[in-house]
């Protein structure tokens, strides 16, 4: 089984990515850097990163998270958090980057605030 | 238990790093441990032997990473030895500075810091660095 599994659907013009497993250096780290990279070669530039299965994630990860959240800004788009874990949250706590990240725990709340 | 020591020596690869992590995980779960402490120790430890193999040894396949695991009643200690030319920790900048909080690397060692309760680093006169971790019961 993959380290990283990510599941892609279409909410409007929303792209989720159900994310379950580990987002840490190496297979899972790379498999969010090709994916965000491949939505944005499809023009699909609003994404929504459904985090609610990631139960593990170290530093490389956080660092795949901060690049995916910042070649998506250059390219205009948004790219936005859902259902952290309460260690991913604390994480992003203890780094300052909760203060960076759009981060929702209802899907429907995060897909509004796109528009 | 009251005291164990395990050694491993592992190769300079990416995939040392869960090869690693899973070693420890056992080690910690026959040290009683408690489930918070592990957490911490894991994402530590997977940090410190990240540093060795891409930092320390530059993924060189002729060099090794060596872990030695000792537990006493009192605390595990863990130290990550590499190979490598070795760093000054102090001059790794704060990532959590405001101009550092967007950089894409250099949490390693403030997660080490955060989730261990010593870590210091040895540069050896042979060459290699050396980082201890202990994180008290």
Same mark, same amino acid.
């Given at each position: 089984?993959?380290? @990283? ?26 498999? @969010? ?41 250059? $390219? ?13 949250? $604390? ?25 | ?10 190769? !300079? ?17 026959? !040290? %009683? ?29 002729? /060099? ?19 190979? %490598? ?17 967007? /950089? ?22 042979? %060459? ?6 202990? /994180?008290?019961?």
């Amino acid at each position: 089984m993959a380290e @990283l599994n990510i599941n892609e659907r279409q909410a409007g013009d929303v792209t989720v990515l159900d994310m379950s497993g580990k987002i840490t250096i190496g297979e899972g780290s790379v498999a @969010l850097r090709t994916a965000i990279r491949r939505l944005l070669e499809e023009g699909k530039k609003r994404i929504l990163l459904n985090l609610a299965g990631v139960g593990y994630i170290d530093s490389s990860g956080i660092g795949e998270l901060v690049s995916s959240y910042t070649a998506i800004g250059k $390219d205009g788009g948004q790219l936005k958090l859902l259902n952290l874990t309460q260690k991913l949250q $604390d994480l992003l706590t203890i780094t300052k980057l909760l203060t960076v990240f759009d981060v929702y725990e209802s899907e429907a709340d995060a897909l509004n605030s796109f528009k | 238990m009251t005291g164990e020591t395990t050694e491993l020596t592992l190769p !300079s690869r990416i995939d040392t790093v869960a090869t690693a992590a899973a070693a420890v995980a056992d080690f910690v779960g026959r !040290s %009683g441990i408690s489930d918070d402490a592990a957490f911490g120790i894991d994402m530590a430890v997977r940090e410190a032997v990240t540093n060795a193999v891409l930092h320390g040894n530059r993924q060189d396949e002729k /060099k090794v990473v060596e872990i030695i695991l000792k537990s006493s009643p009192d605390a595990v200690e863990i130290s990550v030895h590499d190979q %490598g030319p070795g760093f000054n920790p102090e001059a790794v900048p704060d990532p959590t500075e405001q101009e550092n909080i967007l /950089k894409t690397s250099g949490r390693g060692i403030f997660f080490m810091r955060t989730f261990m309760d010593e870590v210091d680093w040895t540069i050896r006169p042979g %060459g290699g660095t050396t980082v201890r971790m202990l /994180k008290r019961r």
